[in-house]
């Protein structure tokens, strides 16, 4: 589903690598995470796999489709959901999934299955005909993921969701992600929480001040103590 090889990005006039040499992938039916401390890259990385960022080393293929070189159809297969949710505050919850999934070439079916089945999973199907700008933090976040989804993405990337999601909510979502995750999708989940990255993730990708540090498939290492390796990582980083 993602193939990312010697990626590397660095911003303009600054010396330094936000990311160096990344190289991972991520197969169907598999929740992959992405941990790091602050400012370790993990955004800039994300936004270069979904093509918000451009980048000279390396390359980075959805499906096969080279991001950089077939952007458009790259781009179709990817739902997104970022740290800050993005919404048109000025359309309806309904209208916003209609225009999203219209967007990505989703079928009537498909944004019929968003408004019916997920907006209930998710608890805002009250919501749906009031106009966004009405929402709370929580609703918007949740509109967000469900417009995300709307045309059934190969690759399910989350850049910290849980953020202003209510624990029932939150509980949802990992039960939807965990299912999601199955077959012919893959999901890049990115978090601070460990406790829930634990609980959901295949696998869990280390970084560190912009370069791949360790993969460690916790299907495999069942007793893994993800915490205290995270801990172990960041006292090595703050000692030096």
């Known amino acids: 589903m993602l193939q990312v090889t010697n990626f590397s990005k660095r911003y303009a006039k600054n010396k330094n690598y936000s990311a160096r040499n990344i190289t991972f992938s991520i197969p ?16 800039t990385i994300i936004k270069s796999i979904i093509g918000v960022l451009p980048f000279s080393e390396g390359s980075i293929k959805i499906c096969g489709f080279d991001i950089a070189k077939q952007s458009g159809r790259a781009k179709r297969l990817i739902g997104y959901v970022p740290d800050d949710h993005t919404v048109y505050d000025k359309l309806t919850g ?16 498909q944004k019929r299955y968003v408004t019916d089945k997920l907006a209930k999973h998710f608890g805002i199907t009250y919501a749906l005909d009031s106009q966004i700008a009405g929402y709370s933090h929580g609703m918007k976040q949740k509109i967000c993921i469900l417009g995300t989804l709307v045309h059934e993405p190969k690759l399910w990337i989350l850049d910290e969701p849980m953020v202003g999601l ?26 601070h929480n460990l ?33 205290r390796y995270y801990m172990e990582v960041n006292e090595v980083e703050n000692d030096a």
């Open 166 to 191: 209510d624990h029932q909510t939150m509980r949802s979502l990992c039960e939807y992600i965990r299912g999601y995750a199955c077959g012919e999708h893959s999901v890049l989940f990115s978090s």
């Open 195 to 227: 406790e829930v990255v634990r609980k959901i993730c295949d696998q869990v990708i280390f970084i560190k001040k912009g370069e791949l540090i360790n993969i460690v498939d916790l299907t495999q290492e069942k007793d893994f103590d993800l915490d």
């Open 28 to 43: 169907a039916g598999k929740v992959v995470g992405l941990v790091g401390s602050n400012g370790a890259g993990k955004t």
């Open 94 to 109: 309904r209208e916003y999934i209609n225009y999203i999934g219209s967007l990505y070439g989703a079928t009537v079916e």
